[in-house]
């Protein structure tokens, strides 16, 4: 199992290297983003770590450029900030785990284990349903070419959905999708993302394609019209 570690903190990414080693990883070393980037593009790796605090670049813009570049390899993003919206930022760049310094070497390991058996992502592919856009890859959504800004978890919902254009799908499912296994709260949480999106979706556009369907669940319909409404 092949790891970048691209990580400026000489001590720590020795460490972990160390560490890393010992448990049967073979592990490559960056100490700045430029650097860690060209090291991802030229080899092939199973996991990369990735720390947001960088010189010459920061790991947002790596990871960024990365995704665009078509390298896929699973990202665990470390840093000091410990704030929703680094996480946020994190997911919606592509990383696929997220880990705030300090961190338990043990579980370090059990998530990166975790990203190999689960392997590089497919090269997303763009979605569309009626007028709706998804790119999986620039993170972006728009309607009839109007952008929509969504949250991490809104996308999240909408591309399970636009994955399965015309389907009833139940809250169970949906919440099994997008939600990681670990949430233990109500599947009425659905409900709440999927009144978020369709006032983004639809009802700034004059359109109804997410509807609801009593007693089973959500369908994301395909509509071609819709601009966007005024205030």
Known sequence: MR???VEDEKAL???????LTNEGFVVDVAHDGV?????ATENPYDVIVLDIMLPRRNGYEVLRNLRQLKVWAPAMMLTAKDGEYDQTDAFELGADDYLTKPFSFVVLVARLRALVRRGAPPRPVDLAVGGLKLDPNRRTVSRNGHPISLTAKEFS???FLMRHPEVVLSKAEILDN???QAFDGSENIVEVYVGYLRRKIDVAFGVTSLVTVRGMGYRLM???????TQE
């Open 222 to 228: 395909a509509v071609d019209g819709g601009e966007p």
């Open 13 to 19: 990414a020795e460490t972990i290297r160390r560490g």
């Open 3 to 5: 790891v970048l570690l």
């Open 157 to 159: 919902v909408l591309q």
């Open 178 to 180: 997008v939600w990681d």
């Open 35 to 39: 650097t860690g980037q060209w090291m």
